[in-house]
């Protein structure tokens, strides 16, 4: 059974971040992935309890850091959206989101309902996190409370810390390269090589020395005095993208 279908959505999803070209590039996953029937069609093939589970870890996850954004709100309307709720079952998994929000959510409780019901655990595990992963691409620091909750999601379904590294690697560096076509593992290896100026066949000293200098070099807080705003946001995002390449090539090569 096939249940890494989200897996097309993550970066998508992750374009909440701007809240401008999401739209258009959903649609232009969700097209270039499957149609509504199909998404039926998948949807039907999840456990019972995915939907319930997903958005009530979804919303544990936004809240984890102490407070719900509005884009993080925005993350889950779309999300139902994606799946093809219908009006009964967008209103149960709003209900699912609060109920995550809540003080006291037992969260791995909720998880192991899911985990007793799937037949593929890792293959949950991965759609599960996937799901949820758009939560922490809107930020370039993430919690300890907010690891905590997507690696608790793992431990569940038998995922370890460093295949969650690598989906989320992979997903931030997608924001950075979104093309009509998904990229490869290649190709965004490629990628993650070419953001920090080495060669295929740099060592992991070389990939951790470019990485140290290119973060030195366009981190905000090198920056001159009197810097103007636009300055500030590039060499705010460059410093995500350097980084977002060196996580990549970490989690691919398995160095620390």
Same mark, same amino acid.
């Given at each position: 059974m096939q249940l890494n279908f989200l897996g097309k959505l993550v970066g998508s999803l992750a374009g909440m971040a701007t809240g401008k070209w999401f739209l258009a590039l959903l649609g232009? &996953?969700?097209g270039h992935q499957f149609d509504r029937g199909y998404t039926r069609h998948l949807r039907r093939r999840l456990p019972s309890t995915f939907v319930s589970v997903a958005f009530s870890a979804m919303g544990h996850l936004a809240k984890a850091d102490g407070r719900v954004t509005e884009s993080e709100i925005r993350i889950a309307r779309v999300a139902m959206r %994606?799946?093809?709720?219908?009006?009964? &079952?967008?209103?149960?998994? *709003?209900?699912?989101?609060n109920t995550g929000k809540q003080p006291g959510f037992n969260l791995e409780a909720q998880l192991r309902e899911l985990r007793d019901e799937s037949n593929e655990l890792?293959? *949950?595990?991965?759609?599960?996190?996937? !799901?949820?992963?758009?939560?922490l691409l809107l930020k370039q620091?993430? %919690?300890?409370?907010? #690891? #905590?909750v997507l690696w608790q999601v793992a431990q569940t379904f038998s995922l370890s810390r460093v295949d969650v590294a690598q989906m989320e690697a992979r997903a931030r560096l997608g924001?950075? !390269?979104? %093309?009509p076509q998904e990229?490869?593992?290649?190709?965004?290896?490629?990628l993650a090589l070419e953001t920090l100026g080495?060669?295929?066949d740099a %060592?992991?000293?070389?990939?951790?020395?470019a990485y140290r200098r290119l973060m030195n070099r366009y981190h905000p807080d090198k920056l001159a005095a009197g810097a103007s705003a636009d300055e500030i946001e590039s060499a705010g995002r460059k410093t995500r993208e350097v980084r977002e390449a060196y996580e990549l090539l970490r989690a691919r090569r398995g160095f620390k």
């Open positions: 232009r &996953a969700l %994606s799946l093809d709720l219908d009006v009964k &079952a967008t209103q149960a998994a *709003m209900r699912a989101c890792v293959d *949950m595990g991965k759609t599960l996190v996937a !799901f949820l992963l758009p939560v620091d993430v %919690s300890g409370a907010e #690891r #905590r924001r950075h !390269f979104q %093309s990229p490869t593992n290649r190709d965004t290896a490629v080495v060669r295929a %060592s992991n000293a070389d990939i951790k020395k």
